[in-house]
């Protein structure tokens, strides 16, 4: 049995996900340990399917239940803790909401990084370390012109999450094992 964080790409504003309805669903469909946070696209689940298999699944439900059609990600415990490890910024994890962690379907072109890299200004801190880019933005991630730009620039299909989810999704995972 394995636990696994769930990222929902592109939840917020007109795109929902209910989270009662989508843990009785996940419940339903047989994982264990089913937990939600927050209403923007975080779950948590432990199953003895594979990644694909969980993401399979996990994407057949939210088609069928909820019209979701957007990227999935499943990110096991132990590759959430190495996120939390590698982790180039830990002077910058207070508050919490200033810093973020982006989960990378593959790992981006050395110069799509560099280009994000030269818009960091105003303080802003950028790196990539392995298939998570980190984003650091002091003066808050709404003001900076690097993630703005990130998205679009990164080339690579993803979905961020500050600080304080990061470590939620964490200690709910711990929880479920």
């Not at 960091?120 to 933005?137: C, E, P, Q, S």
Request: with cysteine.
């Amino acid at each position: 049995m394995s636990v696994y964080i769930i990222l929902f790409r592109g939840v917020g504003g007109a795109t929902q996900l209910p989270v009662a309805k989508l843990r009785e669903a996940l419940t339903a469909a047989g994982f264990e340990n089913v937990a939600t946070y927050i209403n923007s696209g975080n779950a948590v689940v432990k199953s003895a399917l594979g990644h694909e298999k969980v993401v399979e699944t996990i994407a057949g439900i939210c088609r069928r239940t909820f019209k979701f059609d957007k990227a999935i990600y499943a990110i096991t415990l132990a590759e959430w803790t190495k996120l939390i490890a590698s982790n180039p910024f830990k002077n910058a994890t207070e508050p919490g909401n200033l810093l973020h962690a982006a989960w990378l379907a593959e790992k981006p072109k050395a110069a799509d990084v560099k280009a994000l890299e030269d818009l960091a200004d105003n303080g802003d801190r950028f790196a990539v370390v392995g298939k998570i880019a980190y984003l650091h933005t002091p003066n808050g991630f709404s003001k900076s012109k690097l993630s703005e730009k990130f998205d679009k620039k990164i080339g690579v299909p993803n979905t961020a999450r500050n600080w304080n989810t990061v470590l939620k999704l964490e200690e709910l995972a711990e929880k479920a094992k």
